[in-house]
């Protein structure tokens, strides 16, 4: 390429392409933001006045057509990333799917092997393995702080009662319901520490009393380990806390438990921050997990500040190193996006046998 960047083009302009994708294609050199396909631009949601110079497509075809696109994202509805992922790998593009990858781990196996065929590149959106508390809680497994890990919980709860807003995300439809949002978030980063369990139990429902759509609100997933570690996967909304739980570890030699959740999502919609304002990603001490170390049978707890963090702009740094020819460097192998897409559908299925089910 003459300019030595990577063009990249993103088929959706809503909440994903403008908070998620955009604003850290901007920060890392080595990409161009070029194109977008939004169907119906309104005078208030235009991505072509939100960012001048671009291209504004109305159909994937187009943007598929232009050969000056090298990386397609797509940013839309899950039940639409297998056959949109895989039309930009039949031309030839480099793809990321935001999560989840697809409803089932048979159309995210077909992407893989598709892309492989293809010679090009595809990775799944997987953000939140570059949180600032899961890094730091990361750095005291890897360092042996925590000793052997036997009990791992990971929390995504909220407080949100009452019915849901009306919108698509709200009925059912393949690749949604909480297991599928939030818990793939969750698993990912398990599945990146510990690799996959073997065996899985699964509770999926609705903790609301009033959920018209019957659409899945919550889910509580148990991943057993062999080596008697059990991960408890759970996300919430009926969670009526001041601080929500985040992270609960406990090992052999100390635990970590956290609350809170990493702060960037919040600064990028609530507060307008950007990559590289100050404060971006930086927890307040308010927010610090405690780190407790047993030593010569005398348990010592103390308040631990949370890692300054690469950021989300680290998925996009690797990526393009990725693309330079350094495949160490992809920010989420698809192979792994399979695994955790498998362990969504055995929790669904153990929630609805109520077995444990070998993974």
């Not at 492989?116 to 090009?120: E, I």
């Not at 990493?262 to 507060?271: C, G, M, S």
């Not at 192979?335 to 399979?338: C, G, K, L, R, S």
């Given at each position: 390429?003459?300019?030595g960047k990577?063009?990249?083009?993103?088929?959706?302009?809503?909440?994903?392409?403008?908070?998620f994708?955009?604003?850290?294609?901007?920060a890392?050199?080595?990409?161009?933001?070029?194109?977008?396909?939004?169907?119906?631009?309104?005078?208030?949601?235009?991505?072509?006045?939100?960012?001048p110079?671009i291209?504004?497509?109305r159909?994937?075809?187009?943007?598929?057509?232009?050969?000056?696109?090298h990386?397609?994202?797509?940013?839309?509805?899950?039940?639409s990333?297998?056959?949109?992922?895989?039309?930009?790998l039949?031309?030839?593009?480099?793809?990321?799917?935001?999560?989840?990858?697809?409803?089932?781990?048979?159309?995210?196996?077909?992407?893989v092997?598709?892309a492989?065929?293809?010679?090009?590149l595809?990775?799944?959106?997987q953000?939140?393995?570059?949180?600032?508390?899961?890094?730091?809680?990361?750095k005291?497994?890897?360092?042996?702080?925590?000793?052997?890990?036997?009990?791992?919980e990971?929390?995504?709860?909220?407080?949100?009662?009452?019915?849901?807003?009306?919108n698509w995300?709200a009925?059912?439809?393949p690749?949604?319901?909480?297991?599928?949002?939030?818990?793939t978030?969750?698993?990912?980063?398990?599945?990146?520490?510990?690799?996959?369990?073997?065996?899985?139990?699964?509770?999926?429902?609705?903790?609301?009393?009033?959920?018209k759509?019957?659409?899945?609100?919550?889910?509580?997933?148990?991943?057993?380990?062999?080596?008697?570690?059990l991960?408890?996967?759970?996300?919430?909304?009926?969670?009526?806390e001041?601080d929500?739980?985040?992270?609960?570890?406990?090992?052999?030699?100390?635990s970590f438990?956290k609350?809170?959740l990493?702060?960037?999502?919040?600064?990028?919609?609530?507060?307008g921050?950007?990559?590289?304002?100050?404060?971006?990603?930086?927890?307040?001490?308010?927010?610090?997990?405690?780190?407790?170390?047993?030593?010569?049978?005398?348990?010592?707890?103390?308040?631990?500040?949370?890692?300054?963090?690469?950021?989300?702009?680290?998925?996009?740094?690797r990526?393009?190193?990725?693309?330079g020819?350094?495949?160490?460097k992809?920010?989420?192998p698809p192979?792994?996006?399979?695994s955790?897409?498998?362990l969504?559908?055995?929790?669904?299925?153990?929630?609805?046998?109520?077995r444990?089910?070998s993974?």
């Open positions: 390429m003459a300019t990577y063009n990249v083009g993103i088929i959706g302009y809503g909440l994903s392409a403008k908070t994708h955009i604003p850290f294609i901007n890392v050199p080595e990409f161009n933001f070029y194109a977008v396909v939004q169907r119906s631009p309104k005078p208030d949601d235009d991505a072509e006045k939100d960012h110079g291209k504004s497509y159909s994937v075809d187009d943007l598929i057509k232009d050969d000056q696109v990386v397609v994202i797509v940013t839309t509805a899950p039940e990333h297998l056959p949109l992922a895989k039309q930009a039949q031309a030839k593009k480099h793809v990321v799917v935001e999560k989840p990858f697809t409803p089932t781990s048979a159309e995210a196996q077909e992407l092997d598709l492989k065929a293809q010679g090009v595809l990775t799944v959106y953000n939140r393995r570059w949180d600032s508390d899961f890094l730091t809680l990361k005291y497994i890897d360092d042996g702080s925590l000793g052997r890990i036997v009990e791992f990971t929390h995504f709860d909220r407080h949100r009662p009452e019915p849901p807003a009306d995300k009925y059912h439809a690749g949604t319901g909480a297991v599928y949002d939030l818990g978030h969750l698993m990912d980063q398990v599945v990146h520490l510990f690799g996959l369990p073997k065996r899985i139990t699964g509770f999926v429902g609705s903790q609301r009393a009033v959920n759509t019957g659409l899945e609100d919550s889910a509580t997933v148990l991943l057993h380990y062999d080596d008697q570690l991960v408890t996967v759970k996300a919430g909304v009926v969670s009526p001041v929500q739980l985040r992270y609960w570890v406990r090992g052999e030699k100390g438990k609350f809170h990493d702060p960037q999502e919040d600064q990028l919609r609530k507060e921050m950007k990559p590289g304002d100050k404060n971006y990603g930086i927890e307040p001490e308010s927010h610090h997990g405690t780190l407790s170390i047993s030593q010569d049978g005398k348990i010592t707890s103390r308040v631990v500040p949370t890692i300054e963090p690469p950021t989300y702009v680290e998925y996009y740094r990526l393009a190193q990725a693309l020819g350094d495949a160490s992809i920010p989420v192979e792994e996006a399979v955790v897409i498998r969504v559908e055995l929790a669904r299925e153990s929630s609805t046998s109520g444990t089910l993974v």
